[in-house]
């Protein structure tokens, strides 16, 4: 399933960003510099920035034409790592995980149960109970990494999600996530041994989609 | 190493003693004419209790007022793009710059029985404000609903889209980020314009003895009654005013924390 398609163009500040893509189902890396446009990208995708001409496609959808057609965030079947992490500051770890199961139906002490796996997951079931603003950097990343995991959806955004994991947890992180139930998943990183675990590889370099060759 | 205290220019000084003294005087003089031996006494007059019981229905009715409208309202103001936004906000300030008592005249050429929409609630709806304790209620919701709204949106503006973007991401529909993390994430926010919005409306005078009149049990609130005690029981008003003096001192040391960081 989840295949996108985008081909258009869009403006933000200095940035301009030139795009005619193909992905397919499976793992893609995307690697460039610093303001390269990798984080727009995944904004586009994700729906928080919109075309300013062209089109963007999820699963042959046109989720976005750059004129009446805009399918908002919630709408599309997307889950998303930030680069920083934005937990929820007034519910607890463990409530930060369950709320995608939440705000689908499932009643608490299953959202619960469910949110409690993927923190065992990511190695923090004993953080459960406290809240984000208690945990160190690297651990409040993994908490997002886990709320993401949790989110049923086709696609799988990832900005930088190992960005601040310790050496000894990067491994089995990178796993978690290559084995993510998502059937589409975009990794934005800088690491060249995670670059080197993708199905597809992207390069973005000033605002230019460079190359979308499968190994 | 700390950064050395900055020396006050000169001539700076004396107005700025004055000012203080314009502001510290009055409750002085309040506070040394109260009568203090029959201050209880004087409070629970039938008059005062009439005039209590009043002013909390209707200051608390409006903050509730405040928070069912003006909370939506501040939520647009902060993130909407839309053309006419900035006449919105002019609007939301008005009474907050506009006397009182214009605001009470307008109220009921608006909303009075002879009023283009009062015309239409008096004899379609049957509902008849003023002069009545709703119609106290509204003019008290005028003059408080600016400083709930603006509290609100400038505490929402500081959040930003972050979370919101957040819980979009995992699937969650405006309407459930709002009731699930704006909510929340404002109750301090809230709860200080709440605490605002109900002393304004709490010492509200112009508006209401304009719009609702100052009938006793009905529209006659505290401020009314001191201002009607002053010709007869001058006493009996400084009792009254010195209750409210300690509730607004109680709102602003309730929010201290919000607006005195040191």
């Known amino acids: 399933m ?33 303001g390269a446009g990798k984080t727009s990208l995944l904004r ?9 001409a062209g089109h963007l496609t999820l699963d042959g959808h046109t989720v976005d034409d750059a004129a009446r057609t805009f399918v908002p965030t919630h709408q599309r079947s997307i889950a998303y790592v930030f680069q920083d992490h934005r937990l929820f500051p007034h519910l607890s770890v463990l409530d930060n995980v369950a709320f995608p199961h939440r705000r689908r139906g499932v009643k608490k002490a299953a959202a619960s149960a469910r949110a409690q796996i993927h923190l065992t997951d990511v190695g923090l079931s004993e953080q459960a109970a406290i809240r984000p603003t208690q945990l160190s950097v690297g651990q409040q990343q993994r908490v997002a990494l886990a709320r993401a995991l949790a989110t049923p959806a086709d696609i799988l955004l990832l900005d930088e999600p190992l960005a601040a994991a310790d050496d000894e947890s990067r491994g089995a992180l990178r796993e978690l996530i290559i084995n993510a139930p998502h059937s589409t998943v975009l990794w934005v990183t800088h690491d060249p041994d995670d670059a080197d675990r993708g199905d597809h590889r992207i390069a973005v370099a000033e605002g230019r989609v460079e190359q979308n060759r499968k190994r | 190493m700390t950064t050395p205290r900055r020396t006050i220019p000169r001539p ?25 031996s029959s201050l209880i006494e004087r409070l629970t007059s039938e008059a005062v209790l009439d005039a209590m019981r009043v002013s909390l229905v209707v200051s608390a009715s409006a903050a509730a007022l405040c928070l069912a ?52 609630l008096d004899w379609g709806v049957g509902i008849t404000l003023p002069f009545t304790t709703a119609g106290a209620i509204v003019a008290a ?33 405006p309407w ?22 109900w002393a304004r409306a709490l010492g509200e005078f112009g508006a209401t003895i304009t719009f609702a009149g100052s009938l006793g049990g009905r ?3 505290l401020p009314l009654e001191t201002f009607l005690a002053l010709e007869s029981d001058p006493e009996s008003a400084v009792a009254i005013s010195v ?6 001192l109680t709102v602003l040391i309730a929010l201290r924390g919000k607006w005195f960081a040191r």
Not at chain 1, 44 to 52: C, Q
Not at chain 2, 180 to 191: C, E, N, S
């Open chain 2, 219 to 221: 529209t006659r609130t």
């Open chain 2, 243 to 248: 209750l409210l003096l300690a509730v607004s």
């Open chain 2, 69 to 120: 409208l003006g909370l939506p309202l501040a939520w647009v103001l902060a993130n909407s793009e839309r053309r006419g936004i900035g006449v919105m906000r002019a609007f939301v300030l008005l009474p907050m710059v506009l006397p009182p008592v214009v605001g009470g005249t307008a109220l009921l050429f608006a909303l009075g029985r002879r009023g283009f929409f009062g015309e239409w």
């Open chain 2, 176 to 197: 459930a980020t709002f009731v699930h993390v704006t909510l929340p994430t404002q109750r301090g926010a809230i709860a200080a314009g709440l605490a605002l919005s």
């Open chain 2, 12 to 36: 700076l000084i004396l107005p700025a003693v004055l000012a203080v003294a314009l502001l510290v005087l009055p409750v002085f003089g309040l506070l040394l004419e109260a009568p203090w």
């Open chain 1, 44 to 52: 586009l995708i994700a729906g928080f920035e919109r075309l300013d």
């Open chain 1, 2 to 34: 989840s295949s996108i398609k985008v081909s258009g163009q869009m403006q933000r500040g200095d940035l301009s960003l030139q795009l005619d893509l193909g992905l397919e189902v499976g793992l893609t890396m995307i690697t460039g510099a610093n």
């Open chain 2, 141 to 173: 919701t005028f003059v408080a609903l600016p400083f709930f709204v603006t509290t609100l949106e400038s505490s929402l503006r500081e959040q930003g889209t972050n979370l919101d973007e957040a819980a979009a991401a995992v699937g969650s529909s």
